[in-house]
């Protein structure tokens, strides 16, 4: 158990609609990453948060977008869906940026 | 810009046989370097990391050493065993990107008794 908790482990979800992901860092942690992972594109970097302020950004879509809040969790929003965002989304957190990330366990989201 | 390439798999080995994974890299600025495994149907748990040239690190009989002349991070494993089997990931972070992980494409190792 790598401390980091995703929620919901499984979505599944038609093309068009909007889906929140959660996820809870491990205690003390205060930087919060999401990655992408699909079978063309491999894990793909989305977006990183620090102590609830964007610091990095990566492959993301205008239709997604994340924050984090002043208890550190952070939910990643995916609107306007489509078949092609169906993936694994994975949330790491690392106590400060250049610290070991460790990796919940993914939800797994299914755009129908 | 910053990329990885590591070695296509599936790679098959039988039980106790020699295990190489080729990692190369390409960055601006002075990365951190990292193997990731990937056991079916979990997340990503860090095997091992390197932070400058000629550092080596190493875990569970897994070893890779930070080859800055030849951008490299070959991951190594004298004898594999079945509980090996998962996909390995070759990764760089640098500061000017957040430390944000930048991964290759994975390499599937499936080990046979």
């Known amino acids: 158990d790598s401390g980091v908790t995703q929620t919901p482990k499984h979505l599944i979800t038609a093309t068009g609609q909007r889906v929140t992901l959660r996820c809870s860092p491990r205690?003390?942690?205060?930087?919060v990453y999401w990655y992408q992972q699909s079978l063309d594109q491999g894990l793909q970097f989305l977006i990183q948060?620090?102590?609830?302020?964007?610091?990095a950004k990566g492959n993301i879509l205008e239709r997604f977008s994340a924050q984090q809040f002043p208890d550190l969790h952070s939910e990643l929003n995916l609107s306007s869906l489509e078949l092609g965002d169906s993936a694994l989304y994975f949330c790491?957190?690392?106590?400060?940026?250049?610290?070991?990330?460790?990796f919940g366990q993914g939800t797994r989201l299914t755009v129908v | 810009g910053n990329s990885v390439t590591q070695m296509e798999g599936p790679v098959t080995l039988s039980e106790e046989a020699f295990l190489t994974i080729n990692c190369t890299y390409t960055a601006t600025g002075y990365p951190s370097l990292f193997w990731y495994v990937q056991y079916p149907g979990e997340g990503l748990q860090l095997l091992l990391k390197?932070?400058?040239?000629?550092d080596k690190g190493s875990n569970k009989g897994f070893e890779a050493t930070y080859r800055k002349e030849t951008t490299s991070f070959h991951l190594e494993k004298g004898s594999v065993q079945v509980s090996d089997s998962a996909v390995y990931f070759c990764?760089?972070?640098?500061?000017?990107?957040?430390?944000?992980?930048?991964f290759g494409k994975g390499t599937s190792l499936l080990v046979t008794p």
């Open positions: 205690s003390g942690d205060l930087s």
């Open positions: 390197a932070t400058k040239a000629d």
């Open positions: 790491a957190s690392s106590f400060t940026g250049d610290t070991e990330a460790f």
């Open positions: 990764a760089l972070s640098v500061s000017n990107s957040g430390y944000a992980l930048n």
């Open positions: 948060y620090y102590n609830g302020e964007e610091r």
